[in-house]
């Protein structure tokens, strides 16, 4: 499966982004999602993940409550909506199949991703 993620911008602290992943080939409603990023000269981190079907996510400490994680099978395409975000939020995010659910690492499929720039 193919991954890209778009929907990165420039925002103030406080503000809302909502990212898309957009996925090729019919397998993406079998794929257990997440979403990665990296900050400048900082290691890859966790952000959240969602089972195949959508029925169930879940969040790295530092967005719970804040990020919401989602799908649209028939769309092939994961979402994620942030909100109140805060400048450290600042990073390059990816989309990427989970290696396994309830885990914290991505997969063999790792997508483009999509700079987001949160201003203070």
């Known amino acids: 499966v193919q991954l890209q993620a778009y929907g990165g911008g420039l925002v103030q602290a406080g503000g809302s982004l909502r990212l898309s992943c957009a996925a090729s080939?019919?397998?993406?409603?079998?794929?257990?999602m997440g979403w990665f990023r990296q900050a400048p000269g900082k290691e890859r981190e966790f952000v959240a993940a969602i089972i195949w079907s959508g029925g169930s996510s879940y969040y790295a400490d530092s967005v719970l409550g804040r990020f919401t994680i989602s799908r649209d099978n028939a769309k092939n395409t994961l979402y994620l909506q942030m909100n109140s975000l805060k400048p450290e939020d600042t990073a390059v995010y990816h989309c990427a199949v989970v290696r396994t659910y309830g885990g914290t690492s991505p997969g063999d499929y790792w997508g483009q991703g999509t700079l987001v720039t949160v201003s203070s």
């Open positions: 080939g019919r397998a993406f409603s079998s794929y257990d």
